[in-house]
């Protein structure tokens, strides 16, 4: 039989530090109650802490899955990390975190395709389980958004916080795990949503600097649109050619960018609210790691057998959709 990519194992780290709508209220011109009506967030996490970055979160994120499995660090092949605010440029973040865990026999990689890095990540890590060239692959979404944004610009600072979220992805051969993808990207797109200085086009200098060019710029509602109908086609699409109607899915695992983006992608599927998973009101959006984190938040309420389509849109544009088949039971182990 096919051998597929399942999920096995979740785990996650949100810091500490909660940096409330209140706070915000504080830094720039806005309102408690316009960030939560317009983007359904109340709250994100922040990590404070010299010398901490995207592969500690990852680190504390990858140790739960290791504990929950009874695994050894060298048990592991392969880390495939999606982010945009890895540690440094180079060396990757996926080649720190085998460091500092002591992964001896893994090696992997950083995929930079921002609210999509997850995705991107996790349907290329089941690439190399289904050739059967490796049985244990940890596939983390991370990012560290609060070192990329701009605390005066209350177009982006409502938004964005920091986390990780990890699964391990394992062979199955009994029809479980992941059955299907559809990956897009659109690069056009990228006027919409980047980072202006700081990488090859233009390094950092000071001019730059007094520019805050190495924030996150973003056009808002350009990429609410896009985001919308990316998100929606994806999903619609992915149900229509495995044959899928609302009724037989049992989760949707969207990215946390704006609750009326998700809203509005549920409701093409034909979903209700019941079978979506949410926790952008407790940690904005945190890029590539939402989708991981709520993966971790919901898993003791996942089945053996529960229809999972995963939905995604971030910048590039980069944007898809997967469906999978969940493959354990977490509260029967
Ligand atoms: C950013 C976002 C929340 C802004 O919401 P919006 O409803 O599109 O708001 P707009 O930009 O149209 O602005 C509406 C008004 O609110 C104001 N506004 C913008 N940010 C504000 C804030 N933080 N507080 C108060 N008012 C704000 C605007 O100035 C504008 O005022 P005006 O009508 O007087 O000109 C929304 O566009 C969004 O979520 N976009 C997608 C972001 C995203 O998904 N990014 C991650 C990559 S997937």
Redesign the pocket.
């Known amino acids: 039989m096919k051998i597929r990519a399942a999920i096995t194992a979740t785990g996650g780290y949100v810091p500490d530090f909660v940096l409330t709508n209140k706070m ?1 209220t504080g830094m ?4 408690e109650e ?2 939560e009506t ?2 359904g967030i109340k709250e994100r996490r922040i990590l404070k802490g010299e010398g901490l970055g995207t592969s500690d979160m990852c680190v504390k994120a990858i140790e739960q899955i290791l504990k929950k499995k009874n695994l050894s660090p060298l048990d592991i092949d392969m880390v495939i990390v999606g982010t945009i605010t890895g540690d440094h440029i180079f060396p990757s973040t996926s080649n720190i975190i085998c460091d500092k865990m002591g992964l001896k026999n893994a090696w992997g990689y950083d995929l930079a395709a ?2 999509s890095g997850f995705v991107y990540a996790l349907a290329t890590g089941a690439q190399f389980i289904e050739t059967g060239k490796y049985k244990k692959v940890i596939v983390a979404g991370s990012d560290k958004m609060s070192s990329i944004i701009d605390y005066q610009d ?7 916080g920091d986390g990780a979220g990890a699964v391990l992805l394992e062979p199955d051969t009994e029809g479980f795990g992941i059955r299907d993808s559809i990956l897009r990207a659109d690069g056009a797109g990228r006027q919409y ?1 980047h980072q202006k200085a700081g990488g090859s086009v233009k390094p950092p200098s000071h001019a730059s600097i007094d520019a805050r060019e190495h924030y996150v710029y ?4 350009a ?2 649109k896009y ?1 919308v109908k990316g998100m929606a086609d994806v999903s619609e699409e992915i149900m229509k050619r495995n044959n899928l109607t609302g009724n037989d899915v049992a989760w949707l695992v969207p ?1 946390q ?2 609750k ?2 998700i809203d509005a992608c549920a409701d093409r599927m034909g979903l209700s609210a019941d079978k979506v998973m949410l926790n952008i009101e407790r940690y904005g ?1 945190t ?1 590539a790691g939402t989708i991981p984190l709520c993966l971790w938040d919901y898993e003791k309420k996942l089945k053996k057998g529960d229809n999972i389509i995963i939905a ?4 590039g544009f980069t944007w898809g959709a997967i469906y999978l088949k969940w493959a354990y039971d977490t509260n029967n182990e």
């Not at 720039?28 to 309102?31: D, K, L």
């Not at 973003?218 to 509602?221: D, K, M, R, V």
């Not at 995604?312 to 910048?315: D, E, I, K, L, V």
């Open positions: 915000l720039v011109e806005t309102s316009w960030i317009r983007t921002a609210c209350r177009a982006t600072c409502i938004i964005f949503l973003q056009e808002g509602q990429v609410f985001a990215h960018a704006n009326r983006i959006n890029t995604t849109f971030g910048a």
